[in-house]
């Protein structure tokens, strides 16, 4: 039996674009997908971050001060503690890793604890990158492409952003057939196939007995010349 694969996919926003510049996170988002779909289950926190937030943050999330001021820090255990309940030992799926993982790690570095290493993110720009070379890569290029609704996304958001991620994560995988599948193992890339069904090599007897045949014979004649099964031999 295939194990399950779990994954959480996630975003941030920030007040800045470097955390090296003193830049820090603002809101985390994330989503839980089993077997690469979502399970329902979400993680969202708004953080403040001790410093005001830029003009162009502002435009882009219509997240304020204002709206800050009354929130935890990151190191409160309501976010840091919570979050890494949350994530647990799984892969981390972001869009432009190498940005949410710097803001994340400089974050974790802050309160002494350790990074989340290069080997449990996965970048979803660089697997659009590589499957439509040349194309568009940012998230509303792919969701416009595997259409999938940005009627909600006033501002970006970081619980919503995760929530597009997620859904373009599978389509990048896939696409919509792989939520279908029953067999879990198909949900895992480059996992094993279910076989198709053998046909037997001589056909079951019939079952019916003689007085259900003649039944049957006699409705189909009610269903006239056209009727399909006398087209089946």
């Keep these: 039996m295939t194990d399950r694969i779990r994954e959480i996919a996630f ?3 920030t007040t800045g674009l470097n955390p090296a510049d003193g830049d820090r996170v603002i809101e985390i988002g994330a989503v839980e997908l089993i077997n690469h779909i979502p399970t329902g289950r979400t993680f969202r926190r708004l953080i403040n971050p001790g410093r005001p937030v830029s003009e162009a943050t502002i435009r882009i999330t219509g997240i304020t001060d204002a709206d800050l001021n009354d929130k935890p820090p990151f190191e409160h255990p309501d976010i840091v503690d919570a979050f890494l309940s949350f994530l647990g030992d799984a892969t981390l799926v972001a869009h ?3 940005f949410d993982r710097g803001f994340l790690n400089a974050e974790l570095a ?6 989340i290493p290069d080997d449990r993110w996965i970048d979803t720009v660089a697997i659009a ?15 416009k492409r595997f259409d999938i609704s940005l009627e909600s ?8 952003d995760s929530q597009l991620l997620a859904r373009v994560y599978l389509e990048l995988l896939g696409g919509r057939a792989r939520a279908f599948s029953f067999d879990a193992a198909n949900h895992q890339e480059g996992g094993p ?3 198709p069904a053998l046909r037997r090599p001589k056909p079951l007897a019939s079952s019916a007995t003689d007085q259900e045949l003649a039944a049957h014979a006699a409705l189909i ?9 006398k087209t089946i031999h």
């Design 11 to 13: 975003d941030t926003e």
């Design 153 to 160: 996304r006033t501002f970006h958001g970081a619980l919503l």
């Design 129 to 143: 990158r590589k499957r439509f070379p040349g194309a568009p890569a940012s998230l509303d290029a792919l969701c």
């Design 96 to 98: 432009n890793a190498a």
């Design 110 to 115: 802050r309160c002494g604890r350790p990074p």
């Design 193 to 195: 196939v279910r076989p």
């Design 221 to 229: 004649e009610k269903l006239g010349a056209g009727a399909v099964w």
